[in-house]
């Protein structure tokens, strides 16, 4: 079983940057070859998609409101995938997941961003925007 780790969450203020890390802490897990992906969830909101990256790192995939602000890779060796987000705003408020899934077709952006293709999952870190 694949065994995920998040953090780097925290308060931050309005228009701030913040990076999210998540780390594949279970040795016999083959990071290498799963996609990755960020979901988040506000306080009583479901949980939605933000990013994912194929298993090498060559594709990525983003929702329509995080494009051009969050940015997601990963680090095969180090076995950690990241979340780069700039110009945060309060509503980027809500605890941030990872989830992994086998790297396998189809390759569209509504299916890697779907919460149903994922197994595992990682505990959560909260992210707070306030100033």
């Known amino acids: 079983q694949v065994q995920l780790v998040e953090s780097g969450g925290g308060l931050v203020q309005p228009g701030s940057s913040l990076r999210l890390s998540c780390a594949a802490v279970a040795s016999t897990f083959p990071f290498d070859v799963y996609a990755v992906a960020w979901f988040r969830q506000a306080p009583g909101k479901g949980r939605e998609g933000i990013s994912c990256i194929r298993s090498t790192g060559d594709d990525t995939y983003y929702s329509d409101s995080e494009k051009g602000r969050f940015t997601i890779s990963r680090d095969n060796v180090k076995r950690t995938m990241y979340l780069q987000m700039a110009s945060l705003k309060s509503e980027d408020k809500a605890v941030y997941y990872c989830?992994?899934?086998?790297?396998?077709?189809?390759?569209?952006?509504?299916?890697?961003?779907?919460?149903?293709?994922?197994?595992?999952w990682g505990q959560g870190t909260q992210v707070t925007v306030s100033s």
């Open positions: 989830a992994a899934a086998p790297d396998r077709p189809p390759y569209s952006r509504d299916y890697v961003l779907s919460e149903s293709v994922y197994d595992d």
